[in-house]
C-alpha cells in the first residue's frame, strides 16, 4: 500500500472556507473519480505559527493506482483552483511512503 501526503496552509480567518471547500467538493470530486487502488483519504488541520496547516493522506494500493489518480508526474500536486481561491501556500509535491506493516 502507497500513502500520499501533501500539505496547504491559510490565514485562521480562511481556514474553515477551505474546509468547507475540502469536505464538500475536493474530497467528492476525487471519490468521484472512481480510481481502482483507491484506498480512502482523510484530511486534518492544525493552528501553526499564524497559519492553519491542513494535511492530507490518501491510500492507494499500489504507485500505479497513484499514477492513475496524478498522472505520469505523480509527485506533482493537484490543487483545484476551487482550493487556490483559499489557500496561502501548499506543497507543489506530494509525499509518498510505502506501507509496511
Known amino acids: ?7 496547504g496552509w491559510t490565514a485562521p480567518d480562511k481556514a474553515q472556507d477551505y474546509q468547507d471547500v475540502l469536505t464538500t467538493q475536493v474530497i467528492p470530486m476525487i471519490k468521484g473519480y472512481n480510481i481502482t487502488g483507491f484506498r ?4 486534518m488541520r492544525r493552528d501553526v505559527g499564524g497559519e492553519v496547516e ?12 497513484i499514477r492513475a489518480f496524478a ?5 506533482r500536486a493537484h490543487v483545484p483552483d476551487i482550493a487556490r481561491a483559499v489557500l496561502t501556500r501548499w506543497d507543489d509535491c506530494a509525499l509518498h511512503y510505502e506501507m509496511f506493516d
Request: hydrophobic share 45%.
Open 40 to 43: 480512502k483519504i482523510e484530511s
Open 71 to 75: 498522472g505520469d508526474d505523480y509527485e
Open 54 to 65: 491542513f494535511t492530507t493522506i490518501m491510500w492507494f494500493n499500489s504507485l500505479d493506482d
Open 1 to 7: 500500500m502507497i500513502i500520499r501526503i501533501w500539505r
